[in-house]
């Protein structure tokens, strides 16, 4: 037996894959917004890393053969079948792990996407399934987005990255707003409409106070249109 081996780990308890797959392919990707700038076309911006994919073939053998990796305590290809789609439609994460013994394992919480199970001929009751997990990230109370601000004087757009609190991400409309401290028209609309476009109406409804939707200041109480 080698030191590679892959592992699924729920409810405490963790499940050695009998057949080790011959690559794990690991797709991570950047996120990148594009925006378009006057007079300087358009410039790009990372905002974050999007979740990791990995994708792998696996045997689950009929029998214990010579190769198999679990042979002290070997479950057949309908054990596992049925524990993989049993996680898969509880939409719940579970563990997934990939260990070579030397370094740079794969540990994380992960989703799985799809399972694709063939059986091929003159191997009947072998099963070879392919896997699609996608990375699961837990998130708290607490996080971070990044939220589009656009100038309304030069129609230049740019991302700011605020912290927000989970409850408060969609405050609830009670009719007015305090200006605070870095508001912008835009941002506020954005909070309440969830588009920043709708600026507008919240400057309609407060012309007495709003001369330039460019210029609001913090103490400010603006009427916050339903």
Known sequence: MSNYAVFFQKDN??????????????SSVQAIEKYEILKLGQIAIPTHM???EYSFEVELPKEAYHYVETS?????ADFYLNLFMEWRDSLEPVRFIASNGIGDDINTLALIE?????????EECDKYVSFQLLEYREFGKKFMVVEE?????????KAKKVKVDKEQSN???NGSYTVQQSDTLWAIAK????????YTKIADANKDKIKNPSLIYPGQKLVIPS
């Open 191 to 198: 909070k309440y409409y969830g588009n920043g476009a709708k």
């Open 72 to 76: 002290g305590d070997f479950k057949d």
């Open 114 to 122: 799809s399972l694709d199970i063939v059986e091929k001929a003159g």
């Open 50 to 52: 999007e979740l990791s």
């Open 13 to 26: 308890m963790v499940y050695k894959l009998p057949v080790n797959p011959e690559q794990i392919d690991t």
């Open 149 to 157: 601000v656009q100038s309304l004087s030069t129609g230049t757009t």
């Open 171 to 173: 405050p609830k409309n």
